[in-house]
């Protein structure tokens, strides 16, 4: 096993899962493969080795459905950019989302044909049991952010995981500035935003919203409808959510009060893969 895959298996499971500053990679290199897309793709290392990596805050349409969860995904995504009824049926709006997944697709060969760099902390990126992925930010050779760029064009959506991005950017202040492209783009019209029904977006996703809320309570994941508040929920309230259970309920407890959902960072075992999880079901 090559030594740069060593490092990054034992700083996956070393340290809470993840470590917490980026490392720098130059001199990188795209891996073209029949299963990735717009913000998963493999990429090969100046040492020889690779790995797959899944961009930061953002959010690509899926290209290959082989199972329910991702068409569930694929779902949940036309109804972000309100194409879900595009065509008159689900069919026909499918085909088009698969279609603007490619444009995603071939966008990043486009912008990656040249080496760029990879700034990673190894976090766990949730790939499936075949693909292993870790979180990572990609600047092209021509200096720019490639998340950002997906975003510009419309062929992404500003969403995920966040974290604060090598050029200094807090957290937050990230995630604005791809939300503020986004924003751009939609009124645009360009990439996905071309094809949206802005009288149906608004109910597209009030109905993806109530679905996962309905699918977080039957798995047992939400206990009440609705949302939990972190500043008022009891400890049981807050231990039935994904991922925390009593002893992080516990310590949330200790810390209030918040005075933004985002400061739960801030306490000790909640890290951005669980904040991710539980951020959709939680408010003040």
Not at 30 to 41: I, M, P
Not at 87 to 116: M, N, Y
Not at 161 to 181: I, K
């Amino acid at each position: 096993m090559k030594p740069f895959i060593l490092v990054a298996l034992l700083l996956l499971t070393v340290g809470g899962m993840y470590a917490s500053n980026l490392e720098q990679f130059d001199e990188c290199r795209l891996l073209q493969v029949a299963w990735s897309d717009g913000n998963s793709f493999p990429v090969l290392f100046p040492d020889g080795s690779e790995l797959s990596i899944r961009l930061y805050g953002v959010d690509a349409l899926e290209t290959k459905i082989n199972d329910s969860t991702l068409a569930r995904r694929l779902r949940a995504q036309r109804r972000y950019f309100g194409i879900s009824d595009y065509g008159g049926s689900p069919a026909h709006s499918i085909r088009l989302a698969k279609t603007l997944g490619q444009e995603a697709k071939d966008l990043v060969e486009q912008l990656l044909a040249k080496p760029f760099t990879v700034y990673t902390s190894f976090s766990d990126g949730r790939g499936s049991n075949k693909y292993s992925r870790v979180y990572a930010f990609v600047v092209t050779h021509e200096g720019e952010d490639l998340a950002t760029q997906l975003v510009r064009e419309g062929l992404a959506r500003a969403f995920g995981v966040y974290r604060s991005s090598p050029d200094g950017l807090h957290r937050e202040e990230y995630r604005s500035s791809l939300q503020d492209a986004e924003l751009v783009a939609a009124r645009s019209s360009v990439g996905i935003w071309r094809y949206t029904d802005w009288g149906a977006l608004p109910r597209e996703r009030r109905a993806q919203r109530l679905e996962e809320t309905e699918d977080a309570i039957a798995m047992g994941r939400l206990p009440l409808e609705g949302t939990v508040s972190i500043n008022r929920a009891s400890a049981e309230e807050l231990a039935a959510l994904p991922g925390i259970g009593p002893t992080l309920a516990r310590r949330i407890i200790a810390s209030r009060p918040f005075l933004t959902i985002e400061e739960l960072l801030r306490v000790s075992g909640i890290g951005e893969k669980t904040f991710s999880s539980i951020e959709p079901f939680l408010e003040l």
